[in-house]
């Protein structure tokens, strides 16, 4: 019993040292915490403040709320960064953080702007086109918002610190930082081993994408705004470097794929049906698919797409491949049937390689080809591209008359009108021309159409009072002033340019003997709330239905992404040819099929083609450059490994979603390293010199 006494004495006596040890660590930690803060406020408020700042981007795009693993990829980013601040002296350490929370702060800012209209993140090859930005600058009022503005607390909250800190004399108080053993590597210490927490969070597919660049909010979500922003500036100079390394595994792969997946050269009903044909394309600016079948206040928005798509084959479910190189990149897509690059725009920073082409294709069979833009030819350095990509004449805008602005530029009824004549000149010249076209008056912010057009934007309708039974008509605003409302105008507009076309062309005689192929350049790239609030909305109250309301129908993201479809039409004036043209193909398709299906048309080969001739093959799918993919069955979402079903009477498996995700990885990788790497001239030179020797 004594025993048992004492046994109980000495465990509580260890148990109250126990106790009495952890509170002495709690105050040593409490006296330690507030000893670094006092003597490192600038450092503590920088490193604080720019991970509230990561966090709250990807909490306000990809609402990634509770992961772990970007906290501690930008903790460790800001603290290798923050800990350099101690070379300077505590009176000029301000100078270095603020320079920092400035470049930081608007890293994120301009990545929360750029998400909110382009749902993905912006990239530092971007800066490499920053000119582009220049004709488009009054768009920025309209796709800044106001949430926008919350990461500049930041810079502000340091300035003012920095200033009470001054008046209070604590530069001249406050110990060095050997005194208060922080140190550089002490910084550096802290910040290896947060990345080393960091790092064994992740999988090898996680390294993969890093590496590739190409899946932009995956890369986010798990490393962090900052990681993948430095990434990214690596990945930006690969224009530079990476032809320098990795060629023979990116050779290999190229040889590969294209025996796994030749192009089909059987044949089929629409072989040569447009041969010796004059084709003029027409680049519809920012056109949606949509909009051919709506109607605002019982005016139709596309009257002539939607004739012209009933008249000849019409691609009804098509989808641009663009990504930040947005209409040169469905330019460099529809001409050579390969996916944009990666990093950067082929336009811009990959436009001295070789790539077969639509234009080459046709010049090799006695064309003219030529294409027509009025803007700058310094915009998206098509004045270079276009030589590249084989065009004989670039028409820009010194070649036209700018006699009527709307938007950006010359109008588009005014450009139609002077390119015929222009083309009637060609035509007196050249037996067989192609020509492209490229439309301006459709470009964001879709502004300068406010009252010359017949689209009443407002919401008219009679209420009736239930007292007294008096009828008064309402008229609500409706889409007036919203970014929607705007870009119904100018697609209006557009449509009747098109039209107007089409008819200038056809009393010159430029009909005969011609088809046109019309195809959306890329989605408006307006927000998804707009389009919520479009149809979802309440005249009564003259705003969205509450989603609590029956009638409210939210618009997913996945209905927004289906919804970016863009039109896709091959015309002609010619009887006997539209009827045996005149279909509507309603299964998926993309850009980088148009030029091995125009191709089997025209009569010539593809070999190094991506897509397919959709009249040849049963496999119908296409390849985002985020590695996001569509087929018949399904959307399949990369970012959050998620596939939704098209078809409910239609099960699919997960072999059926790793057969194309694989697919679409290997497209993605296959068509960079031919950009990168100039592999189909290498390929090509290479095998010159082997049948030479043999």
């Known amino acids: 019993m004594k025993c048992a006494i004492m046994f109980e004495v000495n465990r509580g006596e260890k148990m109250k040292e ?172 802290a910040a290896a081993i947060i990345a080393g927490a960091f790092i064994s969070t992740l999988t090898p597919t996680d390294y993969g994408r890093l590496y590739k660049q190409w899946n932009r909010e995956y890369v986010v979500m798990k490393f962090g705004i900052y990681v993948y922003q430095a990434n990214d500036l690596i990945a930006s100079l690969k224009p530079q470097i990476s032809p320098l390394f990795g060629y023979d595994k990116a050779a290999k792969e190229f040889r590969e794929y294209y025996e796994e997946y030749p192009q089909d050269d059987k044949g089929n009903e629409y072989t040569d049906i447009l041969k010796g044909k004059n084709i003029i394309a027409i680049h519809a600016e920012s056109f949606q698919n949509y909009v051919l079948d709506t109607e605002i206040n019982g005016v139709e928005l596309a009257p002539n797409m939607k004739r012209l798509a009933s008249e000849g084959m019409y691609f009804s479910n098509f989808y641009a491949q663009e990504s930040v190189g947005t209409s040169s990149d469905s330019e460099f897509t529809y001409s050579t049937s390969l996916l944009p690059a990666s990093s950067g725009t082929v336009f811009v920073s990959y436009w001295d390689r070789y790539y077969p082409s639509l234009q080459k294709y046709l010049k090799d069979d006695d064309y003219y080809v030529f294409s027509m833009h009025a803007n700058k030819g310094s915009m998206w350095n098509r004045e270079v591209m276009h030589e590249q990509l084989g065009y004989d004449r670039f028409y820009n805008e010194k070649d036209y008359n700018i006699d009527e602005t709307i938007g950006l530029g010359l109008s588009d009824k005014s450009f139609f009108k002077q390119s015929v004549q222009k083309i009637k000149k060609i035509k007196e010249k050249h037996d067989k021309y192609y020509g492209l076209l490229i439309m301006l008056t459709n470009h964001t912010p879709f502004e300068g159409l406010e009252d010359k057009t017949d689209l009443d934007l407002t919401y008219k309708y009679t209420k009736t009072d239930p007292e007294t039974g008096e009828e008064t008509e309402v008229v609500n605003n409706y889409l007036k002033g919203t970014t929607l409302g705007n870009y119904f105008t100018t697609v209006h507009y557009a449509d009747q340019a098109i039209g107007e076309l089409v008819d200038e062309l056809d009393k010159e005689g430029l009909l005969e003997n011609t088809v046109l192929v019309i195809y959306g350049d890329h989605d408006a790239k ?74 089997n048309m025209i009569g010539f080969k593809t070999p190094y083609a991506l897509g397919h001739d959709v009249f040849s093959t049963d496999d119908h799918f296409v390849v985002f450059p985020n590695g996001n993919l569509i087929t018949d069955k399904m959307y399949y979402d990369s970012q959050n490994d998620e596939a939704i079903m098209l078809k409910e009477d239609e099960a699919i498996g997960k072999d059926y979603i790793e057969k194309y995700s694989d697919r679409a990885e290997r497209e993605i990788t296959v068509s960079n390293d031919i950009i990168v790497h100039d592999l189909i001239k290498k390929t090509t030179e290479s095998d010159k010199v082997i049948k030479g020797g043999n």
């Open 18 to 189: 126990f106790w009495n040890k952890f509170l002495n660590v709690l105050k040593t930690a409490k006296e330690k915490t507030i000893f670094f803060f006092k003597n490192n406020v600038l450092f503590a408020l920088f490193i604080i403040s720019m991970v509230i700042n990561s966090t709250l981007l990807r909490c306000l795009t990809v609402k990634n709320f509770t992961a772990i693993s970007p906290i501690l990829a930008d903790l460790a980013f800001v603290l290798f960064v923050g800990s350099f601040g101690y070379f300077f002296k505590p009176k000029n350490r301000f100078k270095y953080y603020f320079s920092w929370s400035i470049i930081l702060t608007l890293i994120c800012l301009i990545n929360s702007i750029y998400y909110s209209n382009y749902v993905s993140f912006t990239s530092f090859s971007l800066l490499a086109t920053s000119l582009q930005l220049v004709g488009v600058s009054d768009a920025l009022e309209t796709i800044m918002e106001i949430k926008d503005f919350a990461y500049l607390w930041a810079p502000l909250m340091l300035i003012f610190v920095h200033r009470k800190l001054l008046k209070s004399g604590y530069y001249s108080k406050v110990k060095v930082a050997e005194k208060l053993r922080l140190s550089v590597l002490k910084c550096l210490v």
């Open 526 to 599: 307006i927000k998804r709330s707009e389009y919520d609030y479009y149809y979802n909305y309440d005249p009564e109250t003259d705003s969205k239905y509450s989603k609590d309301d029956p009638r409210y129908k939210e618009f997913t993201k996945y209905d927004y992404e289906l919804n970016r479809k863009v039109p896709f039409i091959i015309w002609t004036k010619d009887k006997s040819l539209q009827k045996k043209i005149n279909k509507e193909i309603t299964t998926v398709t993309g850009m980088y099929d148009v030029l091995p299906t125009l191709a």
